[in-house]
């Protein structure tokens, strides 16, 4: 391990340091002034037990926000979430692609977008599953919650949650008309406007519309050709449609429907080195660049990707189309959920990784086009028994997914044209079926059991067919094109209720990630399947709401082991890059998570979260190894020390006849590897970033104006996974205006 300014043991010091001076500044004299529940912190519901929770008695490591919190922090998509949760880390642009996200939870994440391999953080939005993390990087407009569960939720989530899970609720249409609409223009040039509208159609059936759209010029502008490169151009638009029918008691029938657009451009290469060095390789055979919709016309003609590459664009787009149905049926003290879910993704790219990297004699570029669709069926059911003593979830799950990728790799030699070095169509397919319960006993009053287990069959299949190499076969395979795996993946806890505010658990879970193959294969040798990757983590924690429910303070800790871990990686000094992702070793993680939560006066909240974690490899396979692992490399985006802290302060204006309110939050992480290979060049720094923001809003809560900044230190950062690295946005400011009217 490399040396690091800040220690576990002087981050946790500092840290309580800092919340105890917090609270001694909002001391007795607020109270006095208020009510106990004027100044009570809000009861956040959760559903990471798959059913309605208070946050604080469930025995899960879970940060979550609601609606308001969001607006308060400045979250606007799923990348904002790295701020706030301890132990997460996400790497923006996996891959280099500009709609992704590849969260890592306790250290375990992965960058690889390639659908052959999966990811152990599950993204889920609304209950359905979403499998390919090249569209993860989600707006959150219009959404009622947001939860992140750390640690392997393999019992009620199921496969490829060794990790964790990011859990996504949408709005639901309500009985009351309103309609709202929110314009921000900013640092440049990027305007966003977002608008919804919900309406009763009759007493029992409510609908709801909403919409957003964005345009960014980009922050980094081409030294060699100023006029028309704009590197990190984006553009996108979403429409979401909702009902909602309610007939009678017993049912509640929430249907939606979803269409999202992306596109952004040079994702791969807005490197700092991009303004400092010669002609970026693209530009090196490939004519004047052109405005995002009007470059792209010409970026994407072609039948093939193959074609792509000769218009000289390093580009990225998504289309994505979303149907969910949940059919809630609520019984005599049994509750039904069917749910139904559809997802469609097209996804395009072409990227150059490399280019006027110094330490790279050669570019790399890629082309890919893909096709990815899931179907989902879910029903479940809850309810209690024995007067409530004895609680209960359970279901059955199926999902279908199939992919289709064609995408080829390029070197350019010297700065040369690139020629082609790799070209395959893959197409694999994915059937799963899948078992799960759970049951809470409360043997006493204050003493509850929990115990559970899910059950997952997993048919893997695989077609592939390599144009170049033409040595590559299916008989290469140094595996298999097919197989099913089936596991357990139980759970067990116990609470103890020590009073109505404090609650303590330890917990034991299993989880597993699916098993799949190298997709990113260059030569028969590295083209082969690999195993699932499994863990079991041991957790024990507290949940306490002290100081009539002013503060809120909850710990976790956590340790965790992991069996055949799925390392993407690639060897040093290979020409062309050779890419390995198997099963290369075992790892045992462990650390400890805080968070905290205050009122410290009329008006005025803080709150602070520390992460610590102690991540190392203790056993690893001969091709980890040779692509320069050993016992003593940094665990991949596994830094030592996160913390942010963060606080909310509303005054009336009465000459105004509203509320100011000001919010300021700072987000502290350790350095922390970002390559596929274990060299001290690819560690990021430890980065401090600061967000802020006023606020002003009507009494009538009809319109509000909000100027706020982010990065407002202007702090330079990498944000991807891939081997050439993004830069993070710089400082950005915008100006927020919203409107609404019932």
Not at 208 to 228: E, Y
Not at 286 to 295: F, P, Q
Not at 355 to 365: A, H, I, K, T, Y
Not at 654 to 661: A, F, I, R
Request: glycine residues 8%; aromatic residues 10%.
């Amino acid at each position: 391990m490399s040396h690091h300014s800040i220690t576990h043991r002087d981050a946790a010091v500092a840290w309580a340091a800092l919340m105890t001076a917090l609270m001694a500044a909002g001391g007795p004299a607020g109270a006095q002034q208020n009510t106990a529940q004027e100044l009570a912190l809000e009861e956040i519901v959760v559903t990471a037990e798959r059913r309605e929770a208070n946050l604080q008695t469930v025995p899960i490591s879970v940060t979550a926000f609601t609606a308001a919190e969001i607006e308060r922090r400045q979250i606007t998509d799923t990348f904002d979430l790295v701020q706030f949760v301890p132990n997460l880390s996400v790497f923006h642009n996996a891959s280099s692609l500009g709609t992704a996200n590849a969260y890592y939870i306790r250290g375990i994440g992965n960058p690889e977008s390639v659908a052959t391999t999966d990811v152990p953080v599950g993204t889920y939005i609304d209950d359905i599953y979403v499998p390919r993390q090249q569209s993860a990087n989600l707006n959150l407009f219009e959404v009622e919650r947001v939860e992140v569960l750390r640690g392997p939720q393999g019992t009620l989530f199921g496969r490829n949650t060794t990790g964790g899970a990011v859990n996504i609720v949408s709005r639901k249409p309500e009985d009351d008309f309103y309609a709202k609409v929110e314009g921000v223009y900013g640092r440049f040039n990027r305007m966003e406007g977002r608008a919804t509208v919900n309406a009763p159609l009759s007493s029992t059936v409510f609908a709801m519309v909403s919409a957003f759209a964005l345009d960014d010029d980009g922050f980094m502008t081409s030294v060699v050709n100023p006029a028309n490169d704009d590197y990190g151009e984006e553009e996108g638009w979403g429409v979401r449609g909702a009902f909602r029918l309610m007939p009678n008691d017993t049912v509640d029938w929430n249907i939606s429907a979803t269409r999202l657009y992306t596109a952004n451009f040079l994702a791969g290469t807005a490197a700092p080195a991009t303004l400092r060095n010669p002609v970026p390789i693209a530009q090196t055979y490939a004519g004047a660049w052109r405005r995002t919709t009007e470059r792209l016309a010409s970026c994407s003609t072609g039948e093939t990707p193959r074609q792509w590459l000769a218009n000289g664009c390093a580009w990225n787009e998504v289309r994505e189309t979303a149907a969910t149905s949940n059919i809630k049926l609520d019984f005599d003290g049994v509750t039904i959920n069917v749910i139904t879910g559809y997802r469609n993704m097209d996804h395009r790219y072409s990227l150059d990784f490399l280019n006027n990297r110094p330490e790279f004699v050669s570019g790399f570029l890629i082309t890919n086009d893909g096709s990815h669709n899931l179907f989902s069926q879910e029903v479940k059911l809850s309810g209690a028994l024995m007067d409530g003593r004895l609680n209960y979830v359970g279901g059955a799950f199926y999902m279908k997914e199939d992919n289709l990728t064609d995408f080829q790799d390029y070197l350019a030699f010297n700065r040369g044209a690139p020629g082609i070095t790799a070209d395959r169509l893959l197409e694999n397919d994915t059937k799963s079926f899948a078992f799960y319960t759970q049951w809470d006993y409360d043997i006493t009053d204050k003493l509850r059991l929990t115990a559970g287990v899910r059950w997952t069959q997993e048919d893997k299949t695989l077609e592939l067919d390599f144009f170049r190499p033409t040595v590559f076969t299916e008989a290469n395979i140094a595996g298999s094109n097919d197989f099913t795996s089936a596991r357990w993946t139980p759970k067990v806890s116990v609470q103890y209720q020590f009073t109505e505010d404090v609650m303590a658990y330890a917990s034991a879970t299993n989880g597993f990630k699916s098993g799949g193959w190298n997709g990113r294969a260059t030569n028969t040798n590295a083209f082969r399947d690999f195993r699932e990757e499994t863990v079991w983590s041991y957790e024990a924690g507290m949940r306490s709401d002290l100081l009539d429910d002013r503060l809120r303070l909850n710990v976790t800790a956590f340790w965790a082991e992991f069996e055949d871990l799925q390392i993407n990686s690639a060897i040093p000094g290979q020409t062309p890059p050779v890419f390995i992702a198997q099963n290369s070793g075992d790892s045992r993680t462990k650390g400890l998570e805080l968070e905290v939560s205050a009122v410290l006066a009329e008006g005025w909240t803080a709150f602070s979260s520390l992460g610590l974690q102690d991540a190392k490899f203790t056993r690893l396979s001969r091709e980890a190894l040779t692509a320069g692992f050993t016992l003593d490399s940094t665990v991949a985006s596994s830094p030592d020390v996160s913390w942010a802290i963060g606080t909310t302060y509303e005054r009336p204006v009465d000459e105004l006849g509203g509320t100011l309110s000001f919010s300021a939050s700072g987000d502290y992480t350790e350095e922390k590897l970002r390559s596929l290979v274990p060299t001290s060049s690819a560690l990021i720094p430890e980065t401090f970033i600061v967000n802020g923001g006023v606020t002003y809003e009507r009494d009538d809560e009809r319109w509000a104006l909000t100027l706020e900044c982010t990065n407002c230190l202007d702090k330079k950062y990498y944000i991807t996974a891939s081997s050439g690295g993004t830069q993070a946005d710089p400082l950005r400011w915008g100006l927020r205006v919203r409107y609404r009217f019932d």
